[in-house]
């Protein structure tokens, strides 16, 4: 067989048609005459759709086009060896806009007259969207202040944004650590904003507030007739939210056997409707979160290692409000606008000693706590400028905390006096509240609860 693409035209063709990039080749008129299969493939436009036509048909409103090519050809002597390069924007056979960096080289006949051209061109849409994307993240990142309505620009929040964005960045599973009224549910919003998702449903879910009786079937359905009270078929929120993201708070509160049900669902992508037999496919993205220790959870055995380890791809931490407190004054101004449209009322101002005291707070409820506080002043402000009286009685008078060292998470062994100590302190602190005393220690509730119990003589049980 002869391989001398110039004795065998069909050599160059298939040369042509297996290339990534476009090729083309227009009249001296700038008709299309020549069209390759990547010029189809990136455009949209078949052979059949374009051959004769004028270059033209690629230009929508706004948008130049291939007319470039077509004052080429009028006027080549601009162009340095006969060649142009040009980025352009064209409309592909769907409408969506295409950019595309194209070559162009004049065709000259035996006379030297222009008889047309060839070109090439390349697909430069995905790039051009991503780096407006990127464009977009680095300028919200660049205030430093916000970022998908999460505020602050402390080194923490700016490593929280960071990870958020590497996040959006593919489909893995991202656990969202950190105490309750931190941002967990605005930071599950920002990666599914920031996601290829964002056009679809998100959907989020805090199991703890839904009796586990009740939870299987709002996660996955039921068919009627399935239990008592199913009087018909109903759509779980996996369905529901197919194509989209699926936000499962407090997760640490469900138990084994529906960490199994999910854990299948993680795996197979599929789901089955309580009462029914038949699987479901399903397309969601799953982000879980809590504020609980989860390997501790593991360890006592309500948390399976397996779905531990399958919702631990990707973890993010958010910070507590105490440990961000520069952030605090940015968070009050953001609450105060916010509250002014709510209340009809412009309050731009805050007397020092209330944003000292708010700074020294130590917000045991995060920055959903700071919110209420605000709120609250809004309600008993009378005048345009917040006072500390107008602050909850307990951002008043807020009790000073001492920083208390971790208790090891070990219950297998009998207390050391220094760890009987720091419980009694932390449940002194926390006016016998377990929960927060736990929180001040750095282990679980459960696990404060056994040590609890270990004690000769529990303190403020």
């Not at 067989?1 to 476009?22: C, H, Q, T, W, Y």
């Not at 791809?313 to 105490?322: D, G, N, Q, S």
Request: hydrophobic content about 40%; some cysteine; glycine content about 8%.
């Amino acid at each position: 067989m002869e391989l001398d693409f110039r004795k065998n035209p069909a050599i160059l063709s298939n040369m042509v048609d297996v290339m990534a990039d476009g090729v083309f080749t227009v009249d001296a008129k700038g008709h299309i005459v020549a069209w390759s299969t990547g010029a189809a493939r990136i455009t949209g436009y078949s052979s059949q759709d374009i051959l004769g036509k004028s270059c033209h048909i690629l230009e929508g409103q706004n948008c130049k086009g291939f007319r470039i090519l077509t004052e080429f050809l009028d006027n080549p002597t601009p162009y340095p060896w006969g060649i142009c390069n040009q980025e352009c924007k064209v409309l592909g056979k769907d409408g969506r806009e295409l950019y595309l960096f194209g070559n162009v080289s004049i065709i000259r006949d035996e006379q030297g007259q222009v008889g047309g051209a060839v070109g090439t061109f390349t697909d430069l849409t995905s790039f051009i969207l991503n780096n407006q994307k990127i464009a977009v993240l680095e300028e919200q990142a660049k205030s430093r202040e916000s970022f998908q309505q999460l505020i602050g620009k402390s080194p923490a929040m700016q490593e929280v944004f960071r990870r958020l964005r590497l996040a959006a960045q593919s489909d893995v599973t991202v656990l969202l650590t950190g105490e309750s009224g931190t941002g967990k549910e605005l930071a599950a919003r920002a990666i599914h904003t920031l996601s290829d998702r964002n056009d679809k449903p998100f959907f989020a879910i805090n199991c703890s507030a839904i009796p586990e009786a009740l939870l299987e079937s709002e996660l996955f359905g039921h068919v009627k007739g399935a239990f008592t009270g199913a009087i018909r078929d109903k759509i779980g929120v996996f369905q529901a939210a197919d194509g989209g993201t699926l936000f499962l708070d407090e997760i640490g509160d469900t138990s084994p056997l529906l960490q199994l049900k999910l854990l299948r669902v993680l795996q197979e992508n599929e789901i089955r409707r309580v009462g029914d037999d038949r699987g479901m496919r399903v397309d969601v993205r799953l982000i879980t979160a809590t504020n609980r220790d989860l390997k501790a959870l593991m360890a006592e055995g309500t948390v399976r290692e397996d779905f531990y380890y399958r919702i631990h791809v990707f973890e993010i931490t958010l910070p507590p409000l105490r440990a961000r407190r520069e952030d605090i004054p940015l968070l009050v101004h953001h609450f105060m606008a916010a509250n002014s449209k709510t209340f009809g009322r412009e309050i731009g101002d805050i007397a020092q000693d209330a944003l000292q005291r708010l700074t020294d707070y130590n917000w045991p409820g995060n920055v959903r706590e700071l919110k209420n506080a605000i709120e609250h002043a809004f309600v008993t402000v009378n005048g345009d400028c917040l006072t500390l009286w107008d602050l909850p009685s307990e951002v008043q008078s807020p009790p000073r905390s001492r920083s208390l060292k971790p208790l090891s998470t070990s219950t297998e062994h009998s207390l050391p006096p220094e760890e009987e100590a720091r419980i009694a302190e932390a449940l002194q602190q926390t006016k016998g509240n377990k929960t927060e005393a736990a929180k001040l220690l750095g282990v679980s509730r459960v696990t404060l609860w056994k040590k609890i119990k270990q004690l000769q003589t529990p303190p403020n049980a």
